[in-house]
T-cell receptor, first 115, second 113 residues
Framework: AQKITQTQPGMFVQEKEAVTLDCTYD???????LFWYKQPSSGEMIFLIY??????QNATEGRYSLNFQKARKSANLVISASQLGDSAMYFC????????????FGKGMKLTVNP | DGGITQSPKYLFRKEGQNVTLSCEQN?????MYWYRQDPGQGLRLIYY???????QKGDIAEGYSVSREKKESFPLTVTSAQKNPTAFYLC????????????FGQGTRLTVV
């Protein structure tokens, strides 16, 4: 069975600083996908970044990058130059076979960006 | 604009009643999903459908039912058999291919009164 672990319940960061959100995973599938979603207080889930298990390079999307360490089974999200609008819940998720089918989510962590 | 629409945003249910949550998408996605979120928790998969007229149980399907008669629509019924239905429900859709993310609706908050 797949499992996602997010151990940081909450983090605080100053505006314009970088922050790393931790995510470890467990799976026996050889092929899988890793996702990060942001959930603001309004409730919708916003896709941020994707990493495939066979990708050789770490994924990047604007201010977001994913620090993928396959041997350690970690997929940490790095947000550079934090903005006030980054304050939200962040969820790490994974799927087998690389697509969005049957996503397994972690419990999430709350990020607060201070001015 | 393309997207996923869930309605209603807030829903109140009396004990013993069935209620249906609506989910419509105009993204031309084949796959649709229903997730449940409890306070302080991640999302858990209730049901998913990869094609019209076919759907599969997720991890917590007991007390729920779905239908997929149209590609655009995937309604979720919370039946009286669901003993603890108060939660936030999120609908999502995705294209049926690798390396593709799921797009989510705004959610429906269901409260049993």
């Amino acid at each position: 069975a797949q499992k996602i672990t997010q151990t940081q319940p909450g983090m605080f960061v100053q505006e314009k600083e970088a922050v790393t959100l931790d995510c470890t995973y467990d799976t026996s599938d050889p092929s899988y996908g890793l996702f990060w979603y942001k959930q603001p207080s309004s409730g919708e889930m916003i896709f941020l970044i994707y990493q495939g298990s066979y990708d050789q390079q770490n994924a990047t999307e604007g201010r977001y990058s994913l620090n993928f360490q396959k041997a350690r089974k970690s997929a940490n999200l790095v947000i550079s130059a934090s903005q006030l609008g980054d304050s939200a819940m962040y969820f790490c998720a994974m799927s087998s076979q690389g697509g969005s089918e049957k996503l397994v989510f972690g419990k999430g962590m709350k990020l607060t960006v201070n001015p | 604009d393309g997207g996923i629409t869930q309605s209603p945003k807030y829903l109140f249910r009396k004990e013993g009643q069935n209620v249906t949550l609506s989910c419509e998408q105009n993204l031309n996605h084949d796959a649709m999903y229903w997730y449940r979120q409890d306070p302080g928790q991640g999302l858990r998969l209730i049901y998913y459908s990869q094609i019209v007229n076919d759907f599969q149980k997720g991890d917590i399907a007991e007390g729920y039912s779905v239908s997929r008669e149209k590609k655009e629509s995937f309604p979720l019924t919370v039946t009286s058999a669901q003993k603890n239905p108060t939660a936030f429900y999120l609908c999502a859709s995705s294209a049926n291919r690798d390396r593709t993310e799921a797009f989510f609706g705004q959610g429906t908050r269901l409260t049993v009164v």
